[in-house]
T-cell receptor
Framework: DQQVKQNSPSLSVQEGRISILNCDYTNSMFDYFLWYKKYPAEGPTFLISISSIKDKNEDGRFTVFLNKSAKHLSLHIVPSQPGDSAVYFCAAELGSQGNLIFGKGTKLSVKP | DSGVTQTPKHLITATGQRVTLRCSPRSGDLSVYWYQQSLDQGLQFLIQYYNGEERAKGNILERFSAQQFPDLHSELNLSSLELGDSALYFC????????????FGNGTRLTVT
């Protein structure tokens, strides 16, 4: 049973617009959440993280929002650029165990 | 470049064989993780080491084993290989054993024929 779900396998956005990637989780004991970006033939690259004690974290064009009551996480990319085209994974850590549980990814395509 | 180095990049071997995958973590990182990514599967956690000691275990098969050496590099040993073991194997490292981003290498693609 998937504990971290990314229900949209793909998303297409116009350059300059906002990209919103979504992630749902089932375990309320998750206390640390992360987003990764992955290009073909490379390993996942860390983008941004958020602790369960916060509801928002920003880093440049990337903002992560956490809604604990809905068990929902989202990543906003503004403005989107063609170089952002990649597969995005959300991940969660359970009670400081260290290992991350990953969703299956959403492929983002940003069109010029 | 994440600073995590994995060798080899590609490995082709036959069923029943044994292989060793190698990982050098980022400088200063004490924790090493191994993940498997198969077709249609997300990243599946295998095992974590922290400063030479096993810290957490995921769904790692008994045919698989790993260790972290005093210089902090790690090896993942896969034995009695089956066709279904064909996958991308990623190593990651982090500075702390928890609540810390993992930084991934570019993976080893294992093909079992």
């Amino acid at each position: 049973d998937q504990q971290v779900k990314q229900n949209s396998p793909s998303l297409s956005v116009q350059e300059g617009r906002i990209s919103i990637l979504n992630c749902d989780y089932t375990n309320s004991m998750f206390d640390y959440f992360l987003w990764y970006k992955k290009y073909p033939a490379e390993g996942p690259t860390f983008l941004i993280s958020i602790s369960s004690i916060k509801d928002k974290n920003e880093d440049g064009r990337f903002t992560v929002f956490l809604n604990k009551s809905a068990k929902h996480l989202s990543l906003h990319i503004v403005p989107s650029q063609p170089g952002d085209s990649a597969v995005y994974f959300c991940a969660a850590e359970l009670g400081s165990q260290g290992n991350l549980i990953f969703g299956k990814g959403t492929k983002l395509s940003v069109k010029p | 470049d994440s600073g995590v180095t994995q060798t080899p990049k590609h490995l082709i071997t036959a069923t029943g064989q044994r292989v060793t995958l190698r990982c050098s973590p980022r400088s200063g990182d004490l924790s090493v993780y191994w993940y498997q990514q198969s077709l249609d599967q997300g990243l599946q956690f295998l095992i974590q080491y922290y400063n030479g000691e096993e810290r957490a275990k995921g769904n790692i098969l008994e045919r698989f084993s790993a260790q972290q050496f005093p210089d902090l590099h790690s090896e993942l040993n896969l034995s009695s290989l089956e066709l279904g073991d064909s996958a991308l194997y990623f190593c990651a490292s982090s500075i702390r054993p928890s609540n810390s981003p993992l930084h991934f290498g570019n993976g080893t693609r294992l093909t079992v024929t």
